[in-house]
């Protein structure tokens, strides 16, 4: 297409999409075969498999230099491998490595495979070896060390690409093509989306620079600047598309500009006089957070807020606030909650709150009537529901808690104004989006989602980078601490028991939480009738017992939650079912059995359940037998802290990001380098930069790289889960 001179423009990562491997040299049908088998069809599926790791041989040691204790690198060829029994049953693999100064003894023990990976009759080139040196009768040898295959790659810096043997391709096959797309792309060098003069501001090498060194560095300190532009650049066009969806449901859908400011005569409004009537001052959190709503809520852009709020600090009278500001105006308001107990709990709080408010009513002879508040799960009479039904359709319902049921087709708002989402990790995005297109006049209500779930805050602007995020992070004043224990032993789990008599004896209650059973409900209903049993004819026989779980049925769990809330049960052994929004202040002690089967952030929700009320509260995690590591280290979290931004960055750590990323790990778009948790601060850095590029002048049109790419790298998984949100 250029006419000779011009130079030619560089290439795109759209372009490598669409050209095959099989352009290249030295791949054949079988070869293409294995390389689709890997999910490596074009030169970018190509370019994006990065090395695994890399042999710096600039650290390489000479054989006979070896010390003893000493951590070294070897580079060699192998001259032998074979395996024997030792006389415990283990294989025992031995291998020879031998490079122009010496030779050093490898032995693996329960590696079978390694004598036929290392055979010397197949090996092709060199291996690197790393680990300990040990010397034995003048051997210098290795045990278990790590090995890679370097082929014959030279160079200072030899990358390790993820090889596969079933698809028979090897780490240097990999590598020597990758190298082939970077040599033939070398003249007209890739483009780079990201305009020169902002690479430079972030200090960030281009992108062609950085896709060279990283499968081929000069040196280590060359791939980290590299994998740091790279993996900003995956995490731009995750923040391009949730800001950019985020910022066209803004300008696209038409929401409800709520009277915030009420009557002049009244001038508090319903929400000052909701407010007034607490029997508390707010925290300071709480009137930050109840503000942000309001102004989101009078702005004529429909609010998609996020409240985080470690448990217990004061959520409910923040949706309380919210449901009232849209009543005031007329509106209804809807809270959804993830299980019924959650719901009845709610409208319990929240009619207890809304007492007394009044509302303008010009249908009625004082002017003023009290909110209607009704109540709608799968569980509601049908007649009840018909009547619940009604009222919404008519407005004479002002606000409606429920459960998902709230969201079936039968439901019809007059005109709903906020939807409050509580637990949101219960929901799908899909929930989300049907109770934003529950008006018939097509105005998208308010949305405020509300999570007792800490995220980490660099997880939260990817997970939910399309909601704008409140926290609340300060608790109530006089909240007391929650001693938290591990119990090993028998005697430890006696003392538990102890523990539990004690505090009933003073007057306060105690939870005792069942084995998590993921099998099936009724699996799990069952265990927990065991413990029950266990506990109510042994242990705790000198106590009121109760039981719940998902399967007792809901007037029966309605009455066995009352009764331990006015104290004629005083142990509740319970299921998860507990695990949200259950508030009982004179709960002081929680024992979790099997505690080491539950993840960081549910333990840290279910000892949410104590340590409400003035007194002091104590939780046993009991973790009986030999816990993982893993599981050890998440309870010792727990005993350690029982701040819940904490625990999620530790929760982080230990299993990565795909217990935050959940669905979205899912295709194409598989964050390759960056990673939530090590690169946080680039996380944070790439939503800067992506809300300056959609809101600038021009907005993101002006960078038609950049919206090419997010389109051909965000797979449909993405499309469908950014725009649901
Ligand atoms: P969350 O839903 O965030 O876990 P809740 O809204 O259930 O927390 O509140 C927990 C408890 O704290 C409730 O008993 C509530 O009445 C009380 N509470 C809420 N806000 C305050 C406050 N500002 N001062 C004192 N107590 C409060
Ligand atoms: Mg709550």
């Known amino acids: 297409m250029s006419a000779g001179g011009s130079q030619p423009q560089p290439i795109t990562l759209a372009e490598l999409s669409t050209m095959e491997v099989d352009v290249l040299t030295r791949v054949g049908p079988k070869k293409l075969e294995g390389l689709r088998q890997m999910g490596i069809e074009s030169l970018l599926d190509l370019l994006f498999h ?18 003893e204790g000493e951590e070294a690198l070897v580079v060699g060829r192998v001259t032998r491998a074979d395996s024997q029994r030792t006389r415990r049953g283990r294989t025992m693999v031995t291998v020879e ?3 122009r100064s010496g030779r050093l003894r490898c032995t693996f023990f329960n590696q079978p495979w390694r004598e036929r990976q290392l055979d010397p009759a197949v090996l092709v080139g060199e291996v690197a070896v790393f680990g300990k040196v040990e010397i034995f009768r003048g051997w210098r040898q290795m045990t278990n060390p790590v090995v890679d295959l370097v082929g014959d790659r030279t160079g200072r810096i030899v990358p390790i690409y993820p090889q596969s043997d079933k698809a028979g391709l090897s780490s240097w096959e990999l590598g020597g093509w990758v190298e082939q797309v970077l040599r033939r792309s070398e003249k007209r060098t890739l483009a780079d989306p990201v305009p020169a003069t902002l690479v430079a501001d972030l200090g960030m090498r281009s992108r062609s620079e950085a896709m060279r060194a990283i499968h081929l560095p000069e040196s280590m300190a060359d791939m980290a600047s590299a994998r740091h532009r790279l993996a900003f650049d995956e995490l731009l066009r995750i923040q391009l598309s949730l800001v950019r969806t985020k910022r066209r449901v803004e300008a696209t859908s038409q929401g409800i500009r709520h009277d915030i400011d009420g009557d002049p005569a009244d001038p508090l409004g319903m929400v000052g006089a909701f407010v007034a009537q607490l029997p508390y ?11 942000e709503i309001l102004t989101d809520m009078a702005s004529p852009v429909p609010m998609h807020r996020l409240l985080q709020g470690d ?8 949706a309380t606030a919210a449901l009232l500001a849209a009543v005031q105006g007329g509106h209804q308001g809807a809270l959804m909650a993830p299980t019924e107990v959650l719901a009845e709990q709610h409208a319990v709080a929240v009619r207890a709150m809304v007492q007394g408010i009044d509302l303008a009513a010009e249908d009625n002879l004082f002017g003023v009537r009290g909110v209607e ?8 009479p049908a007649a009840t529901r018909r009547k619940v039904l009604a009222g919404l359709g008519d407005g004479s319902v002002d606000v409606v808690i429920g459960t998902h049921a709230l969201i079936q087709e039968s439901v019809g708002f007059r005109s709903l104004g906020v939807a409050v989402i509580d637990e949101q990790h219960r929901f799908g995005v899909e929930q989300r989006a049907a109770l934003r297109s529950s008006n018939a006049d097509g105005s998208v209500p308010d949305v405020l989602v509300m999570t007792a779930t800490p995220i980490p805050r660099t997880a939260a602007m990817t997970v939910y980078g399309d909601l704008d995020v409140t926290v609340l992070d300060e608790m109530p004043p006089g909240r007391q601490p929650i001693t938290t224990t591990l119990a090993h032993s028998d005697t430890e789990v006696a003392a ?3 523990l539990v008599r004690s505090e009933v004896a003073a007057g306060r209650r105690a939870y005792v939480v069942c084995p998590l059973i993921e099998e099936s409900a009724k699996v799990e209903a069952s265990a927990a009738e065991d413990v029950y049993e266990e506990l109510a004819t042994g242990e705790l026989a000198e106590l009121d017992v109760g039981l719940l779980h998902g399967r007792v049925p809901a007037d029966e769990r309605r009455a066995v939650m009352e009764a331990f809330r006015e104290g004629s049960l005083q142990v509740l052994v319970a299921t998860t079912v507990i695990e949200v929004g259950v508030d009982v202040a004179e709960a002081t002690v929680m024992v979790i059995l099997d505690a080491d089967r539950f993840g960081i952030a549910q333990l840290h929700q279910l000892r949410g359940r104590v340590g409400r009320g003035t007194a002091a509260s104590h939780c046993v995690l009991v973790a009986r037998g030999d816990p993982t590591e893993d599981a050890l280290a998440r309870l010792e979290a727990l005993v350690r802290t029982d701040d819940g931004f904490e625990l999620a960055e530790v929760d982080l750590d230990l299993r990565g990001e795909g217990t935050v990323m959940g669905e979205r790990q899912k295709g194409r778009s598989d964050l390759l380098l960056a990673s939530l948790r090590r690169d946080r601060d680039l996380v944070a850095k790439a939503r800067e930069v992506a809300f300056e590029l959609v809101d600038g002048p021009g907005g993101l049109e002006r960078f038609p790289l950049l919206i090419e790419e997010i389109d051909v790298l965000l797979a449909e998984v993405d499309e469908e889960f950014l725009t649901k949100g």
């Open 50 to 67: 990065y090395p695994r790791r890399y042999v710096d041989r600039t650290r390489e040691a000479h054989i006979n230099e070896l010390g």
């Open 97 to 99: 490595v031998e490079d």
């Open 281 to 291: 001052p707010l925290t300071g959190a709480q009137e930050r957070a109840i503000a």
């Open 311 to 318: 448990v217990g600090a004061g959520k409910t009278v923040v």
């Open 373 to 380: 508040l009704a109540v709608l799960t799968n569980r509601t």
């Open 496 to 498: 538990a028991w102890d």
